[in-house]
C-alpha cells in the first residue's frame, strides 16, 4: 500500500514562508511526476507547481516568481518552498505522485491527504 504524507502547513502572516513536504512510503517500485495542488474553499483544485522525476519544473502563473518544487529521489520526497506568501495563497494543499507498485503495474496517481496553509495578518 503507498501512502503520501503531508507536512509543513500552518499559519503565516504575509510576506511570510513555509515549506511543504510530502513523502511517499510503502511499496513502490517507481515514482514519476509529482506535484502539488491546492483548493481554497468554495473554488476548484488546481496546480501549483510539478516536477518531473528528471527534474523538469513547471509553476502555476500566480506562484511563479514566489514558489518552488524540489524533489529528494533518494526519499521519495517532493518539496515547496513558498515565499512571500499572500493571504490568496490561503487553501488546502495536496500532493500529487504519479507511482508504480511493481514493474509490470501501470502508473499510478496517489494523492496525500492535504495539509492547510492560512496566510493573514
Known amino acids: 500500500q503507498v501512502q503520501l504524507v503531508e507536512s509543513g502547513g500552518g499559519l503565516a502572516q504575509p510576506g511570510e514562508s513555509l515549506r511543504l513536504s510530502c513523502a511517499a512510503s510503502?511499496?513502490?517500485?517507481?515514482?514519476?511526476?509529482m506535484g502539488w495542488y491546492r483548493q481554497a474553499p468554495g473554488k476548484q483544485r488546481e496546480l501549483v507547481a510539478r516536477?518531473?522525476?528528471?527534474?523538469?519544473?513547471n509553476y502555476a502563473d500566480s506562484v511563479k516568481g514566489r514558489f518552488t518544487i524540489s524533489r529528494d529521489n533518494a526519499r521519495n520526497t517532493v518539496y515547496l518552498q513558498m515565499n512571500s506568501l499572500k493571504p490568496e495563497d490561503t487553501a488546502v494543499y495536496y500532493c500529487?505522485?504519479?507511482?508504480?507498485?511493481?514493474?509490470?503495474?501501470?502508473?499510478?496517481?496517489?494523492w496525500g491527504q492535504g495539509t492547510q496553509v492560512t496566510v493573514s495578518s
Open positions: 500529487n505522485g504519479l507511482l508504480r507498485t511493481r514493474w509490470n503495474t501501470p502508473w499510478t496517481d496517489y
Open positions: 516536477i518531473t522525476a528528471v527534474g523538469t519544473t
Open positions: 510503502g511499496s513502490i517500485f517507481g515514482v514519476g511526476a
